[in-house]
């Protein structure tokens, strides 16, 4: 069980800090090196990349929702019952992998195709997308491995894993881009080549790691995989509104990029380097996302609601101390970052614009986030998930409307970011303020 010290949280949310740091600086670093390679195979990563995410955050949410059942165990002290809902996750994310795995590698190269206005950024994005489509066979075992990991506050083994696949994906999409290393040069699919096999490599070593540590014999951790139906029924109840959340967010920003494409590819070459960007302001809030989730969940099981707050403002300091500390850049020296993701002259002022204008948007939202993830944590998923989709139902209008109808300054469109913060944010605290949530039984 979990203190609340700011030591003890501040020591579960940092390993998972560092890891999306970690991982924000492979998108980084990606970006970097394919903007340097070829300007249409750069915008076509970074769309075809939103998209891979978006079916990848379908099995991360019903990862989030093994967290919160075995964090909920522990709280409740049901140690055997961690085996079943293991298990039971596997099984589960291996049909939906499955079935994620034929939309991307089969469906989805004709269908942006069929929509695209520039038909080479589109070709490529389906080039890129078949081959990182094979990652998400071994995201099956990752995620399933990583939400226990989360769920008992190791977070430390997760950084590993993280740091691993960073150092081989940089080391790969140097060799494997540019044809450094003795190995051939691929451009855009060395870049989804060296992601793949680096999210490969993440997931050998998670399972080598929980197959020669104590944590298998003390949790029973695939000495029981056999499936569960009750946990099976536990998972979809809480996990399915989680990857429907997750899933709407990412589609509705997906939608939003390819609008930036019809636009023209000076709006969506901008817009990419502000995404780069924007993966890397999330460090923290990410980073306290998880433990925020765990935290919840274990003071719930053993029915301790009055510290509850006192979580909440304690991760709210610490988060918006560490996003000043981490993101400060993008107000004072914002043309600095967005060299790095791409020095091409022509798109710096207009990137560093509207990456000062949005960056207090990340501010807000890493205060308001606690609110939303306490949902999350507390089990009533179902309501989260309510509030994530009526957040993005007012940011397509808004985006929309800005975009296709009042055709607005791409500097102006961006200001979409503050209306779905804002709207989660208020949406959350007015649940968390007049429903009984507390109730919650998981």
Do not use: C
Not at 281 to 302: C, E, H, L
Request: glycine share 6%; proline share 2%; net charge positive.
């Amino acid at each position: 069980m979990l203190d609340i010290r700011y030591k003890t949280i501040l020591g579960v949310a940092l390993p998972l800090m560092v890891s999306t740091f970690i991982q924000s600086i492979v998108l980084i670093t990606d970006s970097s090196f394919i903007s340097r390679y070829d300007t249409l195979a750069f915008d076509a990563v970074g769309n075809g990349g939103l998209i891979y995410i978006t079916m990848y955050v379908t099995l991360l949410g019903l990862s989030d929702g093994a967290q919160i059942l075995i964090a909920r165990r522990i709280g409740e002290n049901k140690i055997k019952s961690i085996s079943k809902i293991f298990s039971t996750s596997i099984f589960i994310l291996s049909i939906i992998a499955f079935l994620l795995f034929q939309i991307l590698y089969f469906l989805m190269p004709d269908w942006i195709l069929s929509f695209s206005k520039n038909q080479t950024i589109a070709l490529y994005q389906g080039q890129y997308i078949q081959i990182r489509s094979f990652a998400l066979f071994s995201a099956i075992i990752t995620l399933s491995i990583q939400a226990f990991y989360l769920a008992i506050g190791k977070t430390w083994v997760v950084l590993i894993a993280s740091m691993i696949t960073a150092i081989s994906n940089i080391i790969l999409d140097y060799g494997m881009i540019f044809g450094n290393l003795g190995l051939p040069q691929m451009g855009l699919k060395g870049a989804a080549w060296a992601s793949t096999i680096a999210d490969i490599l993440a997931m050998v070593f998670l399972v080598l790691f929980t197959l020669l540590t104590k944590y298998k014999n003390e949790y029973f951790l695939f000495k029981r995989l056999k499936i569960s139906w009750f946990s099976f029924k536990e998972l979809l109840n809480i996990g399915s509104p989680l990857m429907l959340q997750g899933l709407t967010a990412l589609a509705t920003w997906t939608v939003f990029f390819i609008w930036l494409e019809q636009m023209g590819s000076f709006e969506l070459t901008v817009s990419q380097n502000i995404r780069s960007l924007y993966m890397f302001a999330f460090v923290p809030i990410w980073g306290f996302a998880g433990t925020t989730k765990t935290y919840i969940s274990q003071y719930m099981g053993r029915k301790e609601f009055d510290t509850i707050p006192i979580i909440q403002k304690r991760i709210q300091i610490i988060t918006v101390l560490l996003l000043i500390a981490t993101f400060h850049g993008s107000i004072l020296y914002p043309e600095t970052l967005i060299r790095f993701v791409n020095p091409n002259e022509i798109y710096i002022v207009k990137s560093a614009e509207i990456l000062r204008f949005v960056s207090v948007s990340i501010f807000l939202y890493g205060f308001v986030s606690v609110y939303f993830q306490t949902i999350n944590g507390s089990g009533n998923t179902f309501f989260s998930m309510m509030v994530e989709v009526i957040s993005v139902f007012i940011y397509l209008i808004a985006a929309y409307l800005f975009i296709k109808v009042f055709h607005f300054d791409i500097y102006w469109i961006w200001s979409v970011e503050y209306i779905y913060f804002g709207t989660i944010g208020l949406l959350s605290i007015l649940y968390l303020r007049f429903f009984d949530w507390r109730k919650k039984v998981i």
